[in-house]
């Protein structure tokens, strides 16, 4: 060393004899750079001190060049390759990564174990920390001074030199009369700028030999005489851990430092002099004088020994007078106010709208999971935005093990990689980091937990801050940015949490959200140890000013306090016990927490609901918590169930509760049911403000302890998942159905919803073909009740019963007389909602209220606030609430501040701070009395609105009428406010019920949708359709929604601007190409165009020219390119419903096309129009069309064909699933059976007179147009002329044409599958088949099988062929005399068959799709020596019928169909049937069972009727729990449903009624007939009135003429009104 060092010391002057100590005390390298400024007095007592400061300044710069440029002495002594590596860690000297020496300055900053006290378990030093003190030095006595002692060499075993150490130290302090504390395990070092400060770097310590050692060194070193004294004014030693830095856990062998207190109070010393005895050159024992040289125990001699002496009187007396001086006076403040003014505003309640941010450090590993669990409950009662985790353990003593294991509380875990966007998991997928952004703040329940620095089970260490910065940044970032940017302008409040000194990493990330989040921050500790190094790199990096920092760290606040606060603002209460559920044994379970928490989408009632916290316990708070849950219900806020739990005192009990509990009760009920529904409705149709969603709750509260019974919070993906696992709940096999109550949601998601569990139902094997899964109980808020009620329905009107009036006024009159006697604070009148109810929504009582209120409000802004709030309450449909801040931009002058003290437990005053008051605290009383403030978004951030819905109509009324403005312009004026300008959650929010405002629709009393949103109708009717426009348009500037851009088309196509709904519908679809109904909507300007002109030429009687006809063509090409996108995009979408509109739109484009070619051909006689369509000729009229006109009209026979047996399948083929589902346009059968009529009025054939000249394959063709014109377009169609009038004459002349072609050269299998159900309809009214019949069956079913399997892959198979296949030839013994195919082709047929299915019906093939419908069953298989196949409606039942259980207990079903049996599999879904042949060999066929059945019935013998499905063979298995038949009312019930079609599901009006209304003007044909007739009346009638006389029966004739006029109108009128009605 001394060669390597010779340099150095020539360049900086020092002695080259001091060099040759490194030799003689054997120092090398890894010795020197471990030496500090005490080593180096020892080592060199004759070097000068700026000597020693030099020759430390040497090392220093060394080891700087070391980390720049790696090892400088690499050959330098033995063993020595880089001052770095006395360390086994990548730690330096001061603590930091060797990558971050380059900035010295953020070296973590220690601070002292408070004076004279002792070590408390979380007192902590952090290894290579410093210490930086001016208390190096004798001060003012009472101050410490502090001595560091540190020996890189130290051995555990030998502790001796801690205790001579400390003697001489406590002797120097006694010759001073200082306080004094000696460190040992802390070097001292100089810094860069010179300045002594201690290194922590800690001892191996063996505690119990140290204090041996110790005290009887003091007994050796001390005089008896004195010893006494020394021991009580010497502290025992204490014993501070230390903690490695990035690691909350203890170390293998934990480093501790040994500090040493020394009191040498004047009580205690008084005059005395200390001596040590030490021995001298001799030997002997010598009296020594120890005094301190700076902060160095020096002994005295000589001349130094006598000024001691003589001074020693006045240091003494210096020592009493400081001791009897007074203290200085400690500040104390509230610091529970001084945190509310933060979080609260000052508020004994939360009121303000605040979104916390947590910020924790790793906890101490001194803190107890006690001391957690005691301690640390508020961290989400706080309902924090975010949680920023900088632990990366999941060790037990870790904050997240306590909120998981604990608590019990359900939170979403990220980490800095989920929103990082180059990491591996979003790289690829860009769109999944937006999502989970949005995820983060979209939930009030699942709080997201972000682990910032590594996170254990997922294998990611912790990283030193250099690391960090360049892996773990940018996500954290990320997140930061996107919160800064969501949540509410000045609304967010973050909060660090310093729990220990290991934030490095915390400390790095504050500077930048301290900037991003500016004003909108706070620190708190326990104490000062903890923050101070926090507060003075804060202030080192200049990331905050000190006065602010001051006013935002909040120290000395116990935790345990906060939790106290927390718990008090946030009226949240703890459990006392779990969650009670029923079960299907009448017993009771417990839902776990973890559990419930776990099922965030859902508010689940226990039974024992509120009686489960500790409120409950308390009367004194029970009767508080009562008054205020009343008094927010009575203003307007949302029932709870305290309210119910109050239930004779709050909640008025509807006259129809009692309705409705019956009628939930009995769809509840599996020997009610008559259908297969496993998932039924039940709706509760309510005007707003009629008090739904209180009935609706108060029946859940009476069923809780019969049902398990949740609300749905929101619909989301996991939502059906959730109810599955809430059902099944320690549950047995078959549970009890739920009762889940869902509150005005959105149709679409609530469909999705049922579809995804009745797929559950049927396919979870979890209950018998008996129960019902559960009950969806729609609360449906509309402002027109349906004009009539079905079952499962019930309506709450504005109009209440002379018993309920009556109860609202005993009720008030109770509160009134509370109020007078100041037994309640609130005073009734101003109850608002409470008081519309008990004036039974009287008009006058609201407007008088109204203007009142309205007259009391002085500010503008105020106004402002009410008039847009009102606008959007008024027209809102679901009368959502607005969330507060995104009124911040209207009302953000209203923001002021206030000021209050601030500063610690034990520091001094530290200056003043200012906390925000929002503008919501600052309301008049007049707008707080209209306004419900205590809404919540889904979020959790806190939403306003008026108090009804009744009255903020009235209020938005009286505005207008005051400022004289109308609807519209206030809509615009409310569009283009600046609130709607921001970016944040709030606004989008806002925007989002704005949209829904201009585009969503109210439903009419007949279960119609409007034609526009209210406003949109409100605004043409009263200002006009530019107004409405203007509206519309101004709304898409703002919001660029493109379902809004869809109803601004339709708004034009309703208006006739074509160009304009092209325009807006070209811009929908280019937002959302794969949205399939906004395609719809694009192709229906195209239909609307072609039906506006129809229209016009029937109110002008004129027909169109040949240029408009060409233009015609071209629009209807136009019109179907559309609807073909629409049939695409609906067939490749899982995320929905089958859209149909498509196939729909296109036929009835092409029927409209027709009526216009209809309109424009010249001649009466059509035979040359249907000719040129069905491309048998091309006369001259239409030689006008162009090439691609001609080839367009002529292909539109085939095009529709194939469309409609597209339609014809779907509504055949599979159950219509939207049980109760209203519909804006007529039934879809009745809407085919009318397409039907019109194609085959142009495209089918009038006559049966088969014209000779045509070739055979020609013939042929005009055999199946005419087969279809009279009625044999499908299998539903021939079954339904069984009752037609003259339903046996077609089925004849069908039977007799169909023969023709079969025997001819060009059949195809459609004949063959026409003729087989022809034939099989004319067998249905005789008890047995005709044996030549059913031989014929045998071979065309055959042929037909045959031709359908050789289909091209391109070719549309038949499904009807393999069912007759497989039900023909399906083995029974009065079949043995057939040539029936053997059992293996059936089978080989009904694997066919299946792909066959798929291929038409691609998506019942996935079991992802949740909105697989379930497949029709035609027929079923007869009894022997009968009629063998029997059409399901002979059973007289639905299709909806067959899955329930009545249905198999009745007399038609065992009069007529056979019993069979086989063998249940073991997955409960295929039952194993046994054929023997003729020759008695057997064979196994597979059959698929309807629904999954229970597992007691797996692999046992079954009896089950066959059915015969779209899909293949279906059983029904007859269960024994029952034998004996249906009762006679439920087989009345029965009997008398209507079979209207195949889907099963009612018309908004009935077939009969419908026929009645539209059957002239259906088609075109037989409204030009109608039409006819009255001309020809009115033309006999301008006759009769030309003659000079009368007869009396012509006047009669002649008096008609103005009826016969109004007729002719209102025809014309019905016809339009039918186009626009399809």
């Known amino acids: ?127 290579h920390a410093v210490f930086r003190t001016s208390s190096l030095f004798i001060s003012n006595l009472i101050e410490p001074l502090h001595c560091f002692r540190h020996r890189a060499d130290h051995d555990p075993s030998s502790l001796k030199w801690i205790a001579e150490d400390t003697v001489r130290f406590a002797c120097a302090c006694f010759s001073d009369r200082t306080n004094g504390t000696i460190h040992f395990g802390i070097s001292e070092n100089l810094n860069k700028d010179g300045d002594l400060e201690g290194k922590v770097v800690g001892l191996q310590i063996n505690q119990t030999k140290l204090l041996e050692i110790f005290y009887e060194e003091i007994r050796q070193s001390f005089y008896k005489d004195q010893l006494s004294i020394v021991l009580q004014c010497l502290r025992p030693p204490q014993f501070v851990r230390v903690n490695s830095r990035g690691s909350t856990d203890q170390e293998e062998t934990q480093l501790f430092v040994v500090e040493v207190d020394v009191v040498p109070s004047y009580s205690l010393t008084g005059h005395d002099t200390f001596y040590l005895r030490e021995k001298n050159e001799k030997h002997e024992n010598v009296p020594r004088i120890y005094k301190f040289d700076k902060n160095i125990p020096k002994v005295l001699f000589d001349d130094d020994l006598k000024n001691y002496m003589a001074a020693k009187s006045k240091i003494i007396n210096n020592r009493r007078d400081k001791e009897l001086s007074p203290l200085p006076p400690t500040s104390y403040e509230d610091l529970r106010d001084r945190f509310l003014n933060f979080y609260t505003a000052g508020c004994d309640t939360l009121t303000n709208d605040v979104y916390p941010i947590l910020f924790l450090s790793p906890l101490d590993s001194a803190m107890s999971e006690d001391f957690v669990s005691e301690n640390f409950e508020f961290l989400l009662n706080l309902k924090p935005t975010a949680i920023f985790d900088f632990h990366s353990s999941l060790k037990k003593k870790c904050l997240y093990y306590f909120v998981d294991v604990e608590l019990e509380r359900v939170v979403q875990i990220h980490t800095t990689d989920t929103f990082d966007r180059n990491s591996d998991e979003n790289i690829d997928n860009p769109e999944k980091l937006d999502s989970m952004l949005e995820q983060i703040i979209s939930s009030d329940e699942l709080k997201p937990w972000i682990f910032c620095n590594g996170y254990e089970p997922l294998m990611k260490p912790p990283l030193n801050r250099l690391d960090w910065k360049k892996k773990r940044s940018e996500g954290f970032k990320e997140v930061t940015r996107y919160l800064q940017q969501e949540l509410p302008n000045e609304r967010a409040l973050v909060i660090f949490l310093i729990l220990s000194k290991n934030y490095d990493i915390m400390l790095e990330v504050a500077e930048e959200v301290i900037l991003r989040f500016q004003n909108q921050w706070i620190a708190m500790a326990e104490n000062e140890t903890l923050i101070e190094n926090w507060r003075d790199e804060l202030l080192r990096r200049d990331s905050v000013d000190k006065k602010t920092l001051n006013e935002r760290c909040i120290v000395g606040l116990p935790w345990k306090h906060v939790n106290n606060i927390v718990k008090e603002v946030s009226s949240s209460f703890s459990m006392i016990s779990k969650c009670q559920l029923p079960t299907s044994t009448g017993a009771f379970c417990y839902l776990k927490d973890k559990t419930k928490n776990e099922l965030c989408d859902l508010e689940i009632l226990g039974i024992n609901e509120c009686e489960n916290n500790d409120i409950s316990q308390d009367s004194q708070r029970l009767e508080k918590h009562r008054q205020h849950v009343e008094e927010l219900f009575y203003q307007g806020g949302q029932v709870s169930w305290w309210n119910f739990y109050f239930e004779n005192d709050h909640v008025l009990t509807r006259s129809q509760q009692e309705r409705i509990h019956k009628s939930v009760e009995k769809l509840l009920d599996p020997k009610q049911r008559n259908d297969d529904r496993r998932v ?19 029946t859940l509260w009476h069923l809780r302890d019969k049902y398990r019974c949740a609300v749905v919070r929101k619909i989301t993906d996991q939502t059906c998942g959730q109810i599955e696992r809430l059902r099944c709940f320690e549950e047995s096999n078959n549970p009890k159905p739920l009762i889940i109550l869902i509150d005005n949601g959105d149709e679409e998601k609530i469909d999705d919803l049922q579809a995804r569990l009745e797929n559950i139902a049927r396919t979870s094997g979890k209950n018998d073909s008996g129960s019902i899964y559960c009950l969806l109980f729609l609360c449906v808020r509309r402002a027109n009740l349906p004009v009539s009620t079905e079952s499962g329905q019930v309506q709450l009107k504005h109009e209440l019963s002379k018993k309920e009036l009556e109860w609202l006024k005993r009720k008030y009159q109770s509160l009134d007389d509370k109020y007078l006697k100041r037994e309640s604070r609130v005073n009734p009148k101003l109850l608002i909602s409470f008081n519309i109810l008990k004036e039974n929504f009287d008009t006058k009582y609201i407007e008088r209220t109204v203007k009142e209120f309205i007259d009391g409000i002085e500010s503008k802004k105020e106004k402002c606030l009410i008039k847009y709030l009102s606008l959007i309450n008024s027209f809102d449909t679901d009368f959502q609430p607005v969330p507060l801040s995104s009124f911040d931009p209207l009302m953000e002058e209203k923001k002021f501040t206030i000021s209050f003290s601030s500063g610690s437990v034990t520091g001094q005053l530290k200056g003043s701070s200012k906390g925000k008051k929002n503008w919501e605290n600052t309301l008049s009383q007049s707008s707080k009395v209209l306004l419900n403030l205590n809404a919540r978004v889904l979020s959790g951030g806190q939403a306003l609105s008026i108090v009804s819905k009744l009255f903020a109509k009235a209020i938005l009324d009286y505005i207008l009428e005051k400022e004289n403005i109308s609807i519209g312009n206030a809509m615009i004026e409310c569009l283009r406010h600046p609130m709607l300008k921001k970016t944040n959650e709030s606004t989008k929010l806002l925007k989002k019920i704005v949209q829904d405002i201009l585009k969503k629709r109210e439903f009419t009393a007949d279960h119609k949708k409007e034609l526009l949103s209210p406003i949109i109708l409100e605004i043409m009717k009263q200002e006009g359709n530019d107004k409405a426009a203007e509206v519309l348009e101004t709304g898409y500037a703002t919001t660029k929604d493109p379902m809004l851009a869809q109803q601004i088309a339709r708004f034009y196509i309703h208006v006739t601007n074509w160009e304009k709904a092209e325009q807006y519908a070209k811009d929908a679809v280019n937002s959302k190409p794969d949205n399939s109904f906004l395609w719809d909507t694009y192709g229906q300007i195209y239909k609307k165009r072609l039906a506006e002109r129809y229209k016009e030429c029937l109110a002008n009687d004129e027909r169109p020219t040949d240029c408009e006809m060409n233009d015609f063509v071209q629009i209807a090409m136009k019109g179907i390119e559309k609807f073909s996108v629409v049939q695409t995009k609906s067939e490749n979408s899982y995320s ?10 296109e036929v009835r484009l092409i029927v409209q096309l027709l009526d216009l070619l209809n309109l424009w051909y010249p001649k009466e006689d059509k035979t040359e129009l249907h000719a040129y369509l069905v491309n048998t000729a091309n006369p001259a009229p239409f030689k006008v069309f162009s090439e691609e006109c001609r080839v367009f009209l002529q292909n539109l026979h085939a095009r529709s064909e194939k469309t409609m047996q597209i339609i014809e399948d779907k509504l055949a083929q599979i159950k219509n699933e939207r049980e109760g589902k209203v519909s804006t346009m007529m039934h879809p059968y009745q809407e085919l059976v009318q397409m039907r009529e019109n194609l085959d009025n142009y495209l089918g054939e009038q006559t049966g007179e088969i014209p000779e000249y045509q070739s055979p394959e020609a013939t042929a063709s005009y055999i199946r147009r005419r087969v279809k014109r009279i009625g044999g377009r499908s299998s539903s169609s021939i079954l339904d002329l069984r009752s037609s009038k003259d339903g046996d004459k077609k089925l004849e002349e069908m039977s007799s044409i169909l023969l023709r072609n079969i025997e001819s050269d060009f059949p195809i299998v459609n004949d063959y599958v026409t003729l087989i159900t022809v034939t099989i309809v004319r067998n249905m009214k005789s008890k047995t088949f005709s044996e030549k019949d059913f031989k014929n069956l045998v071979e065309w079913s055959k042929i037909g099988y045959e031709m359908t ?57 996935h079991d992802a799709y949740s909105f697989r419908q379930r497949v029709t069953t035609y027929y079923f298989l007869g009894k022997e020596n009968s009629r063998e196949i029997v059409y399901y409606k002979d059973l007289e039942c639905k299709q909806t019928n067959l899955e329930g259980e009545a249905i198999w207990r009745s007399k038609p079903v065992k009069d007529k169909l056979q019993l069979l049996r086989g063998t249940l599999l073991d997955d409960g879904w295929e039952i194993m049937y046994t054929v023997v042949s003729k020759n008695g060999n057997k064979s196994n066929i597979k059959i698929r069972n309807s629904y999954p059945s229970s597992r007691s019935m797996w692999l046992k013998r079954v009896d089950f009727y066959l059915g015969f499905s779209w899909y293949g063979p279906r059983a029904y298995i007859q269960t024994d729990s029952d034998t004996s038949e249906i009762d006679e009312q439920t087989m009345n019930q029965l009997e008398n449903m209507e079979h209207t079609d195949v889907s099963e599901v009612r018309p908004a009006i009935s077939e009969k009624q419908n026929k009645a209304v539209w059957q002239k003007v259906a088609t075109h044909n037989a409204y030009s007939q109608a039409l006819r007739k009255i001309d020809l009346q009115l033309q006999e009638i301008s ?40």
């Open 1 to 127: 060393m001394k060669i390597c060092l010779a340099s150095y010391f020539e360049e900086h002057g020092l002695e080259e004899r001091f060099l040759e100590v490194f030799d003689l005390e054997k120092i090398d390298g890894k010795v020197f750079v471990d030496c500090d400024m005490d080593d180096f007095n020892r080592l060199f007592s004759d070097m000068p001190y700026g000597d020693k400061k030099r020759l430390f300044n040497i090392k220093t710069s060394i080891l700087k060049e070391e980390s720049l440029n790696g090892p400088i002495f690499e050959n330098a002594s033995i063993g020595y390759k880089s001052l770095e590596d006395n360390e086994n860690t990548n730690i330096d000297h001061a603590g930091q990564s060797v990558g971050d020496q380059t900035h010295n300055e953020t070296k973590f900053t220690e601070i002292f174990r408070n004076f004279d006290t002792l070590a408390k378990a979380t007192d902590a030093y952090r290894k």
């Open 680 to 698: 039924p409705y039940f709706r509760l149709f309510h005007q707003p403000g009629a008090g739904g969603t209180t009935t609706a709750r108060h």
């Open 1136 to 1145: 929905g419903r089958e859209n149909d509109a498509g196939y729909f739109g």
């Open 1349 to 1405: 399997v050789r289909l091209r892959d391109d070719e549309r198979p038949q499904l009807e062929a393999f069912m007759y296949f497989v039900m023909i030839h399906w083995p029974t013994e009065s079949k043995k005399k057939y040539n029936l195919c053997p059992v293996e082709k059936i089978d080989e047929a009904i694997r066919i068959w299946k792909r066959a299915f798929y291929k038409l019906h691609s998506k019942q093939k």
């Open 1583 to 1622: 006759g009769l009135k030309e003659k000079s006389k009368c007869t009396q029966k012509e006047k009669e004739l002649i008096s008609k003429e103005s009826r016969l006029k109004d007729e002719r109108g209102d025809l014309i009128k019905k016809r339009c009104d039918f186009v626009d009605r399809t």
